[in-house]
């Protein structure tokens, strides 16, 4: 069974720090590029930051460069996202997504989110 699970979420203030972690099983995480994704309240998805299944392609969205970064460690299964200076505006579920193309086909997973609340 495929599960990207995240963790690392809460309430924080503003200018604090968060870790997001994606716990990947049931495929191949090497073979699949990952990225984090936010819904604020009451609005679309966003795209955050993209990490290559290599780890060494690296993009940000412009309202999160310089203050995000993302990583991933393939011996664990697991993608990060270390959130700094944090602000209100950062408030939404956090979403981790697996994708990659293989044979001519899009293969794509997605977590079930992990609320993240920047509130004084």
């Known amino acids: 069974e495929v599960q990207l699970v995240e963790s690392g979420g809460g309430l924080v203030q503003p200018g604090e720090s968060l870790r997001l972690s994606c716990a990947a099983s049931g495929f191949t995480f090497t073979h699949y590029d990952m990225s984090w994704v936010r819904q604020a309240p009451g609005k679309g998805l966003e795209w955050v930051s993209f990490i290559n299944s290599g780890g060494d392609i690296l993009n940000y969205a412009d309202s999160v460069k310089g203050r995000f970064t993302i990583s991933r460690d393939n011996a664990k299964n697991t993608v990060y996202l270390q959130m700094n200076s944090l602000k209100p505006e950062d408030t939404a579920v956090f979403y981790c997504?697996?994708?990659?193309?293989?044979?001519?086909?899009?293969?794509?997973?997605w977590g079930q989110g992990t609320q993240v609340a920047v509130s004084s």
């Open positions: 997504n697996a994708r990659r193309r293989a044979w001519g086909k899009d293969y794509e997973y």
